[in-house]
DNA sequence: ATGTTGACGCATG
DNA sequence: CCATGCGCCAACA
């Protein structure tokens, strides 16, 4: 059992409309928020790409943002602008005018 | 074994 | 609020 698939088990089971910190999902599973990133920009990496579809169906990447609310995900080129900021909207995720989403709410416990 | 690379986070000025 | 700095550590070459 690799680490990664340490992360991708949690992360498989934060419901839509909640989302989790690289932080939170550290501190669960003994490991430094670093690696926890590292292990999902793993799978922008190991999935298909075709059209930055990746396993969101089966595992909910999106729903990991940082400890201050903002997608992480904008400085990559992997992935497209925003795209995972709309990914949770649809899920029912409300962000503000700086792309910020209340943790307050949407953090999962 | 050794060096590098980060979807991070917190402290500090 | 913005900018650095640094600890952290799995995976990979």
Not at 26 to 35: A, E, S, T, Y
Not at 65 to 79: A, C, D, H, M
């Amino acid at each position: 059992m690799k680490t990664y698939d340490k992360v991708y088990n949690l992360v498989r089971k934060i419901p839509k409309g909640k989302v989790s910190t690289y932080g939170q999902i550290g501190q669960m599973l003994g490991l430094n928020p670093r690696v926890v990133g590292w292990a999902l920009n793993r799978l922008a990496k190991v999935s298909p790409k075709r059209q930055g579809s990746l396993p969101s169906e089966t595992i909910p990447w999106q729903r990991v943002i940082n400890s201050k609310g903002k997608i992480s995900t904008n400085k990559l080129q992997e992935i497209p602008l925003d795209l995972q900021q709309k990914i949770l909207e649809k899920e029912g995720v409300v962000f503000n005018k700086e792309s910020t989403t209340d943790l307050k709410k949407y953090l999962w416990k």
